[in-house]
């Protein structure tokens, strides 16, 4: 398993890893690795697209979208009420 050395710490930031690693009763070796999977182990949240957005109604319910893409022209006109 690949390993990971983490230099230039700032001693507050050992300080809190030590503590929370007793709190959960854990090496701060093993603390470490939870915050990083804490972290970093989450789907990334990724953000609606402009059309989705819109089309959602809720800033602008009656929309007209023509978007272009380069020379890929999208229309949609798909207007409920």
């Known amino acids: 398993m690949p390993q990971l050395l983490v230099r230039n710490i ?3 930031v050992i300080r809190k890893l030590r503590r929370r690693a007793a ?3 854990v090496s701060v070796e093993e603390e470490h ?4 999977k804490e972290v ?3 789907p990334d949240k990724k953000k609606s697209s402009l059309m ?3 089309l959602a109604g809720k800033v602008a319910p ?11 022209v999208e229309r949609h006109r ?3 009420f």
């Open 23 to 25: 709190a959960h009763g």
């Open 62 to 72: 009656k929309v007209e979208l023509e978007i272009s893409r380069g020379r890929k």
């Open 33 to 36: 690795r939870r915050v990083l």
């Open 10 to 12: 700032e001693d507050s």
């Open 78 to 80: 798909d207007m409920k």
């Open 40 to 42: 970093l182990g989450k």
């Open 52 to 54: 989705k957005f819109l």
